[in-house]
């Protein structure tokens, strides 16, 4: 039995306006960013001379809503554009951009209207800051969003019974596997020590998947005169909210101490195997997470991989991963901090787009934000809060 389409279906209120897409993750390629298609059914009673629009929109937050004051929100829309989708200004077969979008026309009837929007190239990637443990409300994030309306123009008052709201995710993939095995070599020399300390800090690979061990070797070759002492090796995140403030985050995210020293004149090898994993972090506020929040089904922020010709400042939050290791190097007189550290990408594998379905079977399933990693609605179906 073949797999069908799953589509995603939202109902306003007062049904006035259904949306169904079918996805909502949209993968950035770096080259290109995958378009957001769907479809809108409309009730053509209720319209009474109103248009109906779609409104796609990118926004950063950077503090909680309850925070708002003097009419100051926390927040910046860094992208929005909005498209009449009723009537239509174009025929429906020039608005008509992707197979599903023909697929869910023929299927929906004479009601239905196609949309189709393009991500500009400077927008960043879905990011949220893990809250703390009694942290409440929204967080500092980027947000991406559909919302569909009917009104007598753009620009006027929204009526939440006859709009829809989509929360979706703008994400990226892992490139292609490099043969590229990163190495870090460090030599260090010490007052009235003949001989240096050298550290060699190496991975198995450049870019590891979520959930993945990274194996790191580690080699001391201590020709020193001093004791090395206090080894560790971590893994770090490093979050970089470059849009407001320009403000640098760097959390551990996996540890693991070594219990030899090297006296001078010694040698050292071994590999440690850390696990860089959302489970084993899930109460520590400030983390950078994909998407949305659910310590169940989301993980840590994926790394960035930015353009050379797109502007930093713009992307909101920044994200990459380190391999750090730290020793203590003792002498008789005084001692000092070591620090070697060496960069990797930590994402999602990119999946083998030859297995997807081209199957004409489609399931409806009510688009919730719960979907998206847990966020689910309130009463009014307008805000997200945590799950």
């Known amino acids: 039995m073949s797999p069908k389409h799953v589509i995603f279906k939202k109902v306003s209120k007062d049904k006035s306006v259904t949306v169904y897409m079918g996805r909502r993750d949209f993968v950035d390629h770096c080259d290109f960013v995958d378009p957001v298609d769907g479809v809108i059914v409309i009730d053509p009673v209720q319209m ?24 100051v929100a926390f927040r910046r829309d860094l992208f929005l554009q909005t498209r009449q989708v009723y009537p ?48 409440v409300g929204k967080k500092c994030a980027v947000e991406f969003e559909v919302k569909a309306f009917c009104g007598e123009n753009q620009d006027e008052k929204i009526e939440k019974q006859s709009s829809v709201r989509l929360s979706i995710r703008k994400i990226q993939f892992s490139p292609e596997v490099s043969d590229v095995v990163p190495v870090a070599e460090t030599t260090f020399e010490f007052l009235m020590s003949e001989k240096p300390l050298k550290v060699i800090l190496s991975l198995t690979k450049e870019t590891f998947y979520h959930g993945e061990p990274v194996s790191v070797g580690v080699d001391i070759d201590n020709s020193s005169s001093r004791n090395i002492k206090d080894i560790s090796v971590s893994v770090e995140q490093v979050t970089n909210v470059v849009l407001y403030s320009n403000d640098k985050y760097v959390k551990s995210v996996a540890r693991e101490e070594i219990e030899d020293s090297v006296p001078a004149g010694t040698q050292l ?63 008789t007189l005084t001692s000092s901090d070591v620090c070697v550290e060496l960069p990797f990408k930590l994402m999602n594998p990119n999946p083998d787009q030859s297995k997807e379905s081209e199957t004409d079977d489609m399931v409806f399933e009510e688009f919730k934000r719960a979907y998206l990693k847990g966020v689910v609605y309130g009463d009014d179906d307008e805000s997200p809060t945590e799950a």
């Open 48 to 71: 009474q001379g109103k248009k109906v629009y779609v409104m796609l929109s990118c926004t950063f937050r950077y503090g909680r809503q309850d925070m708002d004051v003097l009419g």
């Open 88 to 135: 239509e200004l174009q025929d429906k077969e020039k608005l008509t951009h992707t197979k599903i979008q023909k697929k869910l026309l023929r299927k929906l009837g004479d009601n239905a209207y196609p949309f189709f929007f393009e991500f500009p190239d400077n927008l960043p990637c879905s990011v949220t800051l893990q809250p703390g443990p009694h942290d």
């Open 269 to 331: 090898r071994t590999v440690c195997t850390l696990f860089p994993i959302l489970a084993y972090n899930k109460d520590r506020r400030g983390l950078a997470l994909d998407g949305q929040l659910k310590h169940e089904d989301t993980n840590l922020a994926s790394s960035s991989i930015v353009r050379q010709d797109v502007l930093k400042e713009v992307l909101g939050i920044l994200v990459s991963y380190k391999v750090v290791v730290r020793m203590m190097a003792c002498g």
